[in-house]
């Protein structure tokens, strides 16, 4: 099969009991045993759930790994996996992440002995560099949010399989439609599925897929013991969108590209980042490692901001993205409100710093809004 036709059918097979089409939500916490000692093949809900296994079981598919595992939120995916490490590791992580994850990182995970150096993860000297004797984990998030910088994923798998660590990929922009890590040899797959994945802002979620079966025996445990893991309403959902995902996304892109190319003609801003553009320095990596650009663009705009984020009619001021309705954010005091000030301004995210999530609208109404918005 395919990938728009995992997407569609997955692992999702008709009910036994019913023969209904559609996988029913589960809405069970206990199961009954058949006999003693002997189970249907689930007994509780934290540890394993129907509707939760279809969707984690498709994840995994469309992502090339070994298992999947959905979480309540991306950020209880990301919680999860951190537990893979212990008290006096250390963590080389891409510095223009996730605001979230960077506190996960810096505000929480450090006071209990984890040790994180955030890096621009684009050469390999400086990598290597960053390598300590208790380095055990590289984090990688490509495109980075906001500012949609590009790691090359082959180049920090060869550092990392040298030096015998594990890689940990943030795929929550790209999709596995538009970068599979685990073909590129990463270790695990974290995803907010609450972004493209469910992809109508209507539910947050998250999941990680393995790559070896070590690593799936050690998510597994994790998820049960920490009970982190999403309910059966909310993996229904995620397993909904995901049929339309390869579709929505290719529109995602298509637009996205479309506004990426007005905005770098227009007078009011200084600078585009998309990686699909041939003037964004990761363009020649991303053609080569992706199989498209993503919705997301991020620009900064020349004198006055608010103007601007009060000036959007169709676009809404709201953080997240991925889903049908086009949404803008400011990351200084939204998604990035979590990280210092200096730490922002060093890594490039500066307060004319505009972040997009192109809908799926029709184009000409986006580009309207944007020039109408762009003029006040
Ligand atoms: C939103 C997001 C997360 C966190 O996911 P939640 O579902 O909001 O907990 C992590 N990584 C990236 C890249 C995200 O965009």
Same mark, same amino acid.
């Given at each position: 099969m395919r990938f728009e036709t995992i997407a569609i059918h997955g692992s999702e097979k008709p009910d036994p009991t019913t023969g209904a089409l559609i996988t029913p939500? &589960?809405?069970?916490s206990t199961f009954a045993f058949?006999? +003693?000692?002997?189970? /249907?093949? %689930?007994? %509780?809900s934290r540890t394993s759930n129907p509707t939760r296994k279809v969707l984690e079981e498709t994840i995994a598919r469309l992502e090339g790994g070994k298992a999947g595992f959905a979480f309540a939120t991306g950020m209880a995916a990301e919680a999860t996996a951190i537990y893979l490490l212990k008290a006096g590791d250390h963590v080389i992580s891409g510095d223009d992440i996730y605001g979230g994850t960077y506190r996960l990182f810096q505000d929480v995970m450090t006071n209990f002995g984890l040790e994180f150096t955030f890096l621009r993860l684009n050469n390999r000297r400086e990598i290597e560099d960053a390598i300590r004797p208790n380095t055990r984990m590289i984090w990688i998030e490509?495109?980075? @949010?906001?500012?949609l910088n590009i790691t090359d994923v082959e180049m920090v798998v060869d550092i990392a399989r040298k030096h015998n660590l594990l890689t940990m990929a943030d795929n929550t922009f790209p999709t596995p439609c538009f970068l599979r890590p685990i073909e590129y040899g990463v270790d695990l797959v974290v995803h907010s599925?609450?972004? &493209?994945? @469910?992809?109508?802002?209507d539910v947050v979620g998250g999941a990680i897929v393995t790559a070896t079966d070590d690593l799936t025996q050690k998510v597994q445990f994790l998820l049960n013991a920490l009970g982190t893991c999403a309910s059966p309403f909310d993996c229904w959902l995620v397993l909904r969108g995901i049929k339309t995902l390869p579709l929505r996304v290719k529109q995602h892109a298509m637009s996205a590209a479309a506004v990426a190319s007005f905005l770098e003609k227009h007078? /009011? +801003?200084?600078r585009v980042f998309y990686p699909g553009l041939k003037s964004h320095p990761g363009h020649e990596i991303a053609a080569r490692q992706m199989d498209g650009f993503g919705g997301m663009v991020s620009f900064e705009i020349n004198g006055e901001v608010n103007s601007f984020l009060r000036g959007v009619e169709l676009f809404i001021l709201a953080e997240s993205l991925g889903g049908a309705n086009s949404l803008v954010e400011h990351p200084a005091t939204m998604s990035h409100a979590s990280m210092p000030k200096e730490f922002r301004e060093k890594v490039g995210?500066?307060? @004319?710093l505009v972040r997009l999530s192109v809908g799926l609208e029709n184009i000409e109404d986006i580009i309207e809004d944007l020039e109408q918005a762009l003029a006040k």
């Open positions: 939500i &589960y809405q069970t058949e006999d +003693v000692g002997k189970t /249907r093949g %689930y007994d %509780y490509t495109p980075s @949010n906001p500012l599925t609450t972004k &493209y994945l @469910n992809g109508h802002c007078p /009011r +801003v200084s995210i500066f307060d @004319n």
